[in-house]
């Protein structure tokens, strides 16, 4: 008899690893049949913006070739000039969304957690958050003047409003039961917090950390453009002022890549902190 259940086990953990590497090779090629589709539309951009300067649809003046900007791009590498720039703007928005992303945590958790914070605070925050970012920049200007504190306060601004906004809205999706299960179980208001509220808010917490960072990002090169003697946004502007489009376009790539990696940065860490979720329940 236990040489049969030893033979059926044996089959069935067979049959689950041949499961198991199936489903890696069809994941593996659907995220290569990805990959491609998603390469479609840049190579396609490339392949117009190649065919326009070659045809001389535009001046080059207005339309460097790919082969020039490339040959920019490779110039401003080899001379440190890009990653100069690129770390001055990555700096800054470092600081920033550090400040704006905790303040917005708060802001949100209060929101959600105290109905009394919420009657008082929502209608003016949404006011507030109906102003552009870089609205506020004038008034800015008057009071701090140009330098580094205007930058980082923009950039904190961009970060807050969908960072608190998320956290309030995940708060409140909590199911109740579940918060009324910490109480049957005799969790204090930080357990309840701990172990409850902020786990189940979680999905929308980074919701509001990755929306937080594109608005700080977007936000730094917007000031950076108005305010700024270095940075991505500052070379835009240079680039513009020396009619050198090949830097402005080199510029702009740069903005374009680094905004990608840091999405997709924070896309991976939401996975693996929602696996680690998934697991621990399991």
Do not use: C
Request: net charge positive.
């Amino acid at each position: 008899m236990s040489i049969g259940s030893n033979s059926i086990t044996i089959k069935v953990a067979s049959a689950q690893q041949v499961d198991k590497a199936q489903t890696q090779t069809f994941g593996r090629r659907w995220g290569l049949h990805r990959f491609a589709i998603a390469l479609v539309l840049p190579v396609g951009l490339l392949i117009a913006w190649w065919i326009a300067s070659g045809r001389g649809w535009l001046p080059e003046q207005i339309l460097p070739s790919p082969a020039y900007v490339y040959s920019t791009a490779v110039d401003m590498i080899n001379s440190g000039e890009i990653f100069y720039h690129a770390g001055v703007s990555l700096g800054r928005v470092a600081i920033g969304f550090l400040f704006g992303a905790v303040a917005g945590l708060a802001l949100g958790m209060a929101m959600g957690l105290s109905q009394r914070a919420d009657d008082y605070v929502r209608p003016l925050f949404l006011a507030f958050a109906q102003i552009p970012t870089l609205g506020w920049i004038p008034l800015l200007m008057l009071i701090f003047g140009i330098g580094e504190t205007l930058k980082i306060i923009v950039i904190a601004k961009g970060a807050l409003v969908p960072m608190a906004i998320n956290t309030a809205a995940g708060i409140r999706s909590v199911p109740a039961n579940l918060v009324e299960v910490g109480h049957a179980l005799r969790f204090g208001r930080w357990q309840t917090l701990r172990l409850i509220v902020l786990p189940g808010a979680a999905p929308s917490i980074f919701t509001g950390i990755r929306y937080g960072l594109t608005h700080s990002w977007t936000a730094l090169v917007g000031v950076e453009l108005l305010a700024s003697s270095e940075g991505l946004g500052y070379l835009l502007v240079w680039g513009r002022q020396m009619f050198w489009l090949d830097v402005v376009m080199v510029a702009m790539i740069a903005i374009g890549i680094l905004g990608f990696v840091m999405d997709k940065a924070l896309d991976i860490s939401e996975i693996s902190v929602q696996r680690w979720k998934h697991e621990e329940g399991s």
